[in-house]
């Protein structure tokens, strides 16, 4: 199987994160990386790939150009202040209810503010997501290797796997968070369903819900969305995740949310992605675009459900006897000593191999 990755990530190398205001070690860290790698390195049966460069049009073709620019100009404009610090997060962010009984017309036309703080609330969801120096770098470059893994499914690969770091799925059309910055999967599963003019499924099987994913393609036929993820009244993202999010207008049935109850065990969660599996099979076309997460693991830090590195043999093994071509890119999971392990796991059923 080929792999897709590139050096690039080690940009983004936040130190700390806040949780509840205070800071911890960082979880979404280049090591995460470094473990996969070298468990497929020591595997034996995956091709390093170096993704192209596909610049910014299939960013945009998804996202708001004002998140892009924010992007890219957030942490020079911290130096051109000399604000000293190591990470950028917000304080104060335009939640619904400062706008509560405000036109729609009216909440729309609030203009971005220009200082820095207000800026970065005005494009981030949480205060968990530090932007660092090289945030923005690393960040293009998970967008290049999503798109490089796509490219070569649609050249005729079976199955593609894409290293992204960081990840994407909770970044929205004109909204940054959740460690992520550019949705990856997204942009892949656009720029795919163009391509090929068949409807486009992405299965996502992080534990959190990619409430960034289910935003970018709520209204929206040619892109199907199936996630199961930690119930969102226990986990982040909190405000997004229910059963009852089903897409509206064009987009109306094309979201399917599956939530997990507290400690799923591999049955209890295969249970489920069959029901998912059954769903994309009787609608999609011929490519799926998976959003795969290791923090569904029974010991990561900060998932709460309880699924073992045989069940990610067997999850893999399921996806693949879809019978669909796969572009898997990488989301979350943060208990890095077992997560090449896992991943190795995962990509051997999807290839209909054996585990190792
Ligand atoms: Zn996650």
Known sequence: MQFVHTERHRAHDPKVETYLGLPIPANEVPARAD??????????GFELTPPTDHGTAPILAVHDAGLLRFLEAAWPEVE??????????????????????????????????VAIGGRVGWWGLDSSNPLVAGSYDAARGAVDVALTA??????????????CRPPGHHAAAAMAGGY?????????????????????????????HGNGTQQIFWRRSDVLYASLHADPRRLYPFFLGHADEVGEGPGAGTNLNLPQPLRADDATYLADLDRALEWIDASAGSIVVVSLGFDTY???????????????????RRVGALGRRLVILQEGGYFVPDLGANCVAWLRGAAGQPPA
């Open 80 to 113: 051109r202040q000399r604000l000293s610090r190591e990470f950028l997060v917000a304080d104060t962010y335009p939640t619904r209810s400062m706008f509560a009984g405000m036109s729609d017309a009216l909440v729309a036309a609030r203009p971005e503010p």
């Open 150 to 163: 796509a490219d070569l499914v649609l050249g005729g690969e079976t199955v593609t796997y894409g290293l």
């Open 180 to 208: 992520c910055f550019f949705n990856n999967a997204a942009i892949a599963a656009h720029a795919i369903a163009e391509s090929t003019g068949e409807r486009v499924a992405i299965l996502d099987v992080d534990v959190h």
């Open 35 to 44: 473990a996969i790698v070298a468990a497929l390195a020591a595997d034996g």
């Open 298 to 316: 029974e010991r990561d830090p900060i998932g709460d459900l309880a699924l073992t590195t045989a069940g990610y043999h067997e999850m893999g």
